[in-house]
Every structure is written in structure tokens, then in C-alpha cells.
């Protein structure tokens, strides 16, 4: 059923009835027939209905009041999981670097090993950019000493596990002195034993 015309094989003419001679190298390409033609169109069409039907839906729900309708399929307002909420929740609102460093006070037995972290307690993590120093206390003079001089490594570590710049820097403090109690006789205004000159 094709006529005369597509049976004589490919034409030599190029554009605007120019003569050309397909060289070698250059692959001839058949001209889209009638069938090939009637797919373009119809996928053309298609396209259209389906922007056409999705303007019509949206406008409808805009008219009902409402945007998405709870229905069978997935969408942003189903329920989560706990752990994926609090995941999607730490990531809204930036709370990546404070959830990470505290995960690492809970596992600081780990991290440090036994000895320092029966000694040693990570108190804790400022969180501003400039800053980033994770504070630590230690009961004693000797381990508060001994966590200076691993602190460098113990910083590469912390950045290691938790992402290069979290921890800049380690605030080591030693043992706190007794609770200074103010005894019945206080003279107004004295900031306690250590005020002796006003």
C-alpha cells in the first residue's frame, strides 16, 4: 500500500530540492513514514491530555480547598517511622555536628578506651563555628595532664569518626574545688574567701 514514490528508494536531493551525493562516511536516514509520523503525532497528543488533565485536577482541588487528599498512595504527610523522623528532623533543622558529638559522649568508653574514661567525662560541645572545642573534665590533676598531651590524637580520632572539622579543639579541666559555702558572718558585697582587698 505505499505508493510509487516511497518504493523508488532514497532521493538524492538535500534541502530545498538541492542535489546532493551522500558521501561514504555519512549514514542515510530514512524519512518517517506514515506510521512513524502517526506515533509522533500521537505521542504529542498524549502529552497534551495529560498536562490538559493535571491543570484540570489541580484546579479542582484548589476548589475543593484542600492540596493533596489522603489516598492510597505514598506521599509527604504519611506516617514515619521514629528513627526516620528524628533523622528527617536532625537534617531540618542542621543538628548533624551536636547529634554526632553526642553520640560520641554516649560512647566515649569506646573512643578513649576504659582507663581515661574512668577519669575523664566529656561535659560539653560548642557547637559555634568558631569555636567547636568539646570540653572535658578529669578527676584528678594527673589524668587532666595525661588528656592534654593525647589530646591532638584524640581530636584526629573524633574527626576520623565523626567528619573533618567537628572538633578543633579539646578543653581540659582539671579536678573543681570544694563548694565554697558562706558562713553566717558575711560582710555585704564580699565575693567570698578569695575578696580580701574589696
Not at 178 to 183: A, L, N
Amino acid at each position: 500500500m505505499s505508493s510509487g514514490a516511497d518504493s523508488a528508494g532514497p532521493s538524492s536531493e538535500g534541502p530545498a530540492g538541492t542535489s546532493r551525493e551522500p558521501s561514504s562516511g555519512e549514514a542515510k536516514t530514512p524519512e518517517p513514514s506514515g506510521v512513524d509520523l502517526a506515533r509522533v503525532a500521537l505521542r504529542a497528543a498524549k502529552e497534551q491530555a495529560r498536562a490538559r488533565g493535571a491543570a484540570a485536577q489541580q484546579k479542582k482541588q484548589a476548589r475543593r480547598g484542600g492540596g493533596l487528599r489522603s489516598g492510597a498512595r505514598a506521599d509527604g504527610r504519611d506516617p514515619l517511622p521514629l528513627g526516620a523522623a528524628i533523622n528527617r528532623l536532625i537534617t531540618e533543622r542542621g543538628w548533624e555536628a551536636p547529634a554526632a558529638v553526642g553520640g560520641v559522649m554516649g560512647r566515649w568508653p569506646q573512643i578513649v578506651g576504659d582507663d581515661l574514661a574512668n577519669h575523664c567525662v566529656p561535659l560539653r560541645y560548642d557547637e559555634d563555628p568558631a569555636e567547636r572545642v568539646l570540653t572535658v573534665q578529669c578527676d584528678s590533676t594527673a589524668w587532666a595532664t595525661q588528656l592534654r598531651l593525647l589530646a591532638p590524637q584524640l581530636v584526629a580520632r573524633l574527626n576520623a569518626d565523626l567528619g573533618h572539622g567537628t572538633v578543633r579543639m579539646i578543653k581540659v579541666l582539671g579536678p573543681g574545688g570544694p563548694q565554697r559555702k558562706f558562713g553566717p558572718l558575711r560582710a555585704p558585697g564580699s565575693k567570698g574567701p578569695g575578696d580580701t582587698y574589696g
